[in-house]
């Protein structure tokens, strides 16, 4: 393929080299390797790709260009969409460090991406000339015909339309350009990395043209774009709920974008937001266990610390009104900061602390403002945290593809059985209400189902402790509490609203994706849904103030199977984190 | 002696003198640390205790505490220095290199990694290094827990992970001076690594010991953060955290570091200790829900397995065995118990029929054990993990040290660790000038 090149000065052997040197290389070496011989060496290791940012530096500039057929078209549109490589040239240049070098090394990239699908599709390399006397389009076409011939993603040949074009767009990029007496030009080599977006993401002079380098910042950009698709996935299922859920209650001032729901994610997903570094929201709403922690009845917080109460899932929460066990908060925009200043949870010093700890941090560094147009504040803590959490949405179950979508087959008929106790003899449905278009499983109000009081009373004077599978201990409750500290009675709702008729009540929870959050109740003291569906069974803990639709149900063997196969046909799909 | 790193040649050749010059030892020191380690085969003179910091108690700081044990010395018994690092981090477990110049102390919970520099002045450690980005160096390793000498390089046995704070855990390596090397991830369903496995391939971590002679390399398992930091009573009667806990063994090729065997050893096995006589192809550990004693051993063919051998205490009283020690003519194995804050000495001349020949109460909880080389001298501490201890009353910290005349534990001195406004005592080691001269 090399003697196929013509190439019309001294430069044509270093060139050959450089080429010679992007060759298929052996099996450990699918990406390029530095140019041999000319331009600088490069004595280090590319970095990983999408293991570091490449900070928009500016908008790459539009002009009026002709393409080497000599068809007018536009800068812009000839990489709209698409990451770009973009370098100025003249093609009568003999500089080994200049012209050549960029085109050898576009060359160079475009032989490794030829082997990389996904980018090939992606990268348009684009060389401009500015050269308006001798680069004519026919001109162009000789010099880019033996480059096309090897094969690679789109590699266009441009000269400005005119010479006004031709000032414009060197202005617009920075490039100056000397002519000497004789005619010669000269300019300071730069390549530009442009983004689909179209903003420049990095410029390579001379001394940094190496294509390993170039390779590593355009699979990171691909890398990013990826990212992007699935906040604009998220985004979107925001915009239109998998089936079985109502659409999603967003605010009218700071509604969710990508911008702000992927901010979001690495809020939620940062250890560094606590005080020692341990924890972040993930570490007890994890994603992989459903958004909750499954093993765990009560989650462990800061230095240890004990939680009250059992970490509620996070899937669909976008459509709970009071939120926490006790419905203390009423918009997940403020609750997203009581978390992190609990002192048993992430534990902050304080609202500032936090702040600063994310100005401190450089890889926030703009992504507020991409998200907000300003930066760090509390508010914008809560709104970016709430856009996220608000596209874990968690539809589609079978449930959902058999009464809201009509497939006669999606439920099995021990689940469909369950369905009918479920809204019948067993009255579930009475808390855990379905509507006509959608089904949240929740009537949103607080009840005392007898667990909270029960475990307030004397309790046990032994526990059953499985030490490991099979080998059982009973072991005094003294002892439990020579080695535990005292806990203090749940009053739920009560604590939130002094009323005496609150006691032992706790907000219905939904029972969507049930499968996937055990342990159960507000304690997690039930370990499966069969235990819950056999607490519920024997009528709870009757006391007074129980609510009376918590009552004995009578339910056989077969009935409280057939209640758990409905309940486990409620797993709606997997949401991407 | 084996070879070791020195950092130069003139202090290198001096320890090779030093060494010569030593008594010939038995193959350990206090509890049978690493065979790479230099060993200190004569009378211990300082105790260095990894302390954890305690909200409301002096400066509420984990700190490395230095106590004095020279006979005859004027501070005999006291303390003499303490260097606190700011903060707690569940401060547990430490090791030496193998220099011995530089102690390593861990804290469980920030993952933070602790340098003192025992050797300038064995009387007063200085902290001379923090390691704290080992989570995003290690690929999301949480819980630096056992530090292990290898040649110019420590071994670290983790607890748990940043991605769930659960069991599935790595073995890490990091150079001398500190610089991060390699994951070991530990053999887990579906990432066996070709192990050969009993029952099930867990993923948990503990201790990791080497048998240099055998290219063997052991490690143990026991829970993830959520457990380990989470308040004990609450712990148990919670049933789905019970359910987190280590049931494994994995016997590793050392050399490649790849797993070879996924022993079936449950109930929480911690410590490991090799024996340390040629031909003493095994190791004992004990389990601390079960409450038993396992032996690994090579059998006729050189292939590795595991035996319950012994109970220590009634399991079914859930005495919580914490910390072994073997002696170094491998007969003696010390093991304490946590609940009952009781250490028990068995007769392990027959490795597979340990016989408990002692046994006393040390305090109202009780956890590590060191002993001196030529197992005369014993010291106990007091605190298991900061959530773990028992509350109350019963929360003795202490340091207690002990004469052993081969029947009955003679106490040397005591302190209280609370009074003494220090915190929970955990690990200790020995340090003396002598090592440095």
């Keep these: 393929m090399l003697g196929t090149l013509t190439i019309r000065t001294a430069v044509a052997a270093a060139l050959a080299a450089v080429l010679a040197a992007s060759a298929p290389a052996g099996a450990h070496e699918p990406g390029p390797r530095p140019p041999a011989g000319v331009g600088p060496r490069f004595d280090y290791e590319p970095p990983v790709p999408g293991t570091y940012r490449l900070p928009p530096v500016k908008p790459a500039a539009d002009g009026g260009v002709l393409d080497a057929r000599g068809a007018r078209r536009r800068l812009r549109e000839v990489m709209a969409g698409r990451l770009a490589l973009l370098s100025f040239i003249y093609t009568g240049c003999h500089d080994a460090t200049g012209c050549p070098l960029a085109t050898a090394v576009l060359h160079q990239v475009r032989a490794a991406v030829a082997r990389d699908r996904e980018l090939a599709r992606r990268l348009t390399l684009v060389t401009v000339s500015f050269d308006l006397a001798r680069d004519t389009p026919p001109a162009l076409a000789r010099y880019a015909e033996p480059l096309r011939r090897v094969r690679g993603p789109r590699w266009e040949f441009l000269v400005p339309s005119s010479g006004r074009e031709l000032d414009s767009i060197l202005t617009a990029y920075g490039q100056s350009i000397e002519r000497a007496a004789d005619g010669t030009l000269s300019h300071v080599l730069r390549v530009y990395l442009i983004d689909a977006r179209g903003q420049i993401r990095n410029v390579y002079g001379v001394d940094f043209l190496d294509p390993r380098l170039v390779l590593a910042d355009l699979r990171t950009l691909l890398l990013e774009e990826r990212a992007l698709t699935r906040d604009e996935a998220a985004l979107a299922r925001i915009a239109a709920p998998p089936l079985g859920l109502p659409p999603v209650p967003v605010p009218a001032d700071t509604p969710p974008t990508a911008a702000r729901i992927a901010l979001g994610r690495k809020l939620f997903f940062d250890r560094r937001l606590s005080r020692n570094g341990t924890m972040s929201c993930a570490m007890c709403h994890l994603p992989q266990q459903g958004f909750t922690n499954r093993e765990l009845a009560r989650p462990v917080g800061v230095e240890g610390r004990s939680l009250r109460r059992n970490a509620p899932t996070l899937l669909n929460v976008a459509y709970v009104r009071q939120l926490f066990h006790d419905g203390r908060e009423v918009s997940l925009e403020t609750q997203a900061l009581a978390p992190m200043l609990d002192p048993r949870e992430m534990a902050n010093p304080s609202p500032g602390a936090i702040l600063a700890r994310l100005r401190a941090l450089p890889d926030y560094d703009s992504l507020f403002e991409q998200a907000f147009g300003a930066g760090p504040s ?200 | 002696m084996r070879s070791r790193t020195v950092a130069t040649a003139v202090i290198g050749m001096l320890v090779v003198l030093a060494a010569a010059l030593a008594p010939a030892p038995a193959r350990a020191d206090e509890p049978c640390q690493s065979p790479y380690i230099k060993r200190l085969t004569g009378q211990e003179e300082f105790v260095y205790v990894w302390t954890l910091g305690v909200e409301g108690l002096g400066d509420g700081s984990d700190k490395l505490v230095t ?13 003499v220095h303490t260097v606190s690092v700011g903060g707690r981090h569940e401060a547990h477990h430490g090791g030496f290199t193998d220099d011995r110049r530089y102690f390593w102390a861990g804290g469980l919970d920030t993952s933070k990694i602790f340098i003192f520099d025992v050797h300038t002045d064995p009387a007063r450690p200085r902290l001379v290094k923090t390691i704290d980005d080992f989570v995003q160096a290690t690929d999301g390793i949480v819980g630096p827990h056992t530090f292990y000498a290898v040649p110019g390089r420590m071994l670290i046995a983790a607890l748990s992970n940043s991605r769930d704070h659960g069991g599935p855990t790595a073995i890490v390596e990091y150079t001398n001076d500190g610089r991060y090397v390699a994951t070991h991830w530990i053999p887990i369903e579906g990432r066996t690594r070709g192990a050969v496995v009993e029952k099930a391939a867990d993923g948990y971590g503990y201790d990791v010991r080497v048998l240099p002679r055998r290219n063997v390399m052991l490690t143990s398992s026991f829970t993830g953060w959520s457990n380990y930091m989470m308040d004990f009573g609450q712990m148990l009667k919670d049933a789905e955290a019970m359910k987190r806990f280590g049931q494994t063994v994995v016997v590793w090729d050392f050399h490649t570091r790849t797993p070879r065997k996924v022993l079936h050893v449950p109930g929480a096995p911690l410590e490991i200790r090799f024996a340390n006589l040629p031909g003493h192809d095994y190791a004992f550990t004990t389990t601390a829900l079960t409450s038993k004693i396992w032996l690994i051993h090579a059998d006729a063919q050189g292939e590795w397995r595991a035996r319950e051998v012994a109970d220590i205490g009634d399991p079914a009283k859930v005495p919580l065995p914490v910390a072994i020690t073997l002696s170094a003519d491998d007969r003696t194995l010390w093991v304490d118990s946590f609940m009952d804050g009781t250490t028990r000495a068995y007769d392990v001349s027959n490795p597979f029929a340990p016989r408990q020949i002692y046994e006393k109460k040390i305090g109202s909880q009780l956890n590590m054990v060191s002993q001196s080389w030529d197992g005369k001298r014993l010291y106990f501490t007091s605190s298991v993990l900061a959530r773990w201890d028992k509350k109350g009353a019963e929360n003795e910290q202490y340091l207690k040290a002990y004469d052993w005349d081969g029947t009955t534990l003679q106490e040397r001195f005591a302190l209280d660790f609370t009074a003494l406004g220090l915190g929970r005592a955990h690990l200790m080691r020995f340090g003396s000038a002598a090592l440095y001269r």
């Design chain 1, 378 to 577: 509390l508010d914008r803590v809560g709104q970016a945290l709430a856009s996220y959490q608000r596209t874990l949405l968690a539809g589609n179950s079978p449930f959902d593809r058999w009464y809201f979508g009509g497939q006669a087959t999606a439920l099995s008929a021990e689940a469909r059985e369950g369905f009918r106790l479920f809204t019948g003899r067993a009255g579930c449905a009475s808390c855990h209400t379905i509507e006509a278009r959608f089904a949240l499983f929740t009537d949103g109000a607080f009840h005392d189902t007898g667990v909270a009081w029960a475990r307030a009373g004397a309790g046990e004077s032994v526990i059953a402790v499985e030490l490991v599978p099979g080998f059982v201990v009973p072991m005094a409750r003294q002892v439990i509490e020579s080695v535990g500290e005292p806990e203090a009675p749940d009053l739920g709702r009560h604590e939130v609203t002094l009323d005496p008729d609150d006691r032992w009540r706790f907000r219905t929870p939904s029972l969507r994706n049930v499968a996937l959050t055990g342990p159960y109740m507000h304690d997690g003291s039930l370990s499966s849904l069969r235990d819950v569906v056999e607490f519920y069974n024997r009528g709870g803990a009757p006391h007074p103030g129980q609510d009376p639709r918590v009552r004995p149900l009578g339910l056989d063997a077969r009935e409280t199977a057939a209640l758990v196969a409905f309940l486990e046909s409620l797993t709606g799909e997997t949401v991407d984190p």
């Design chain 2, 67 to 79: 106590v004095d044990v020279r006979p005859g010395s004027r501070t005999y018994g006291k303390v």
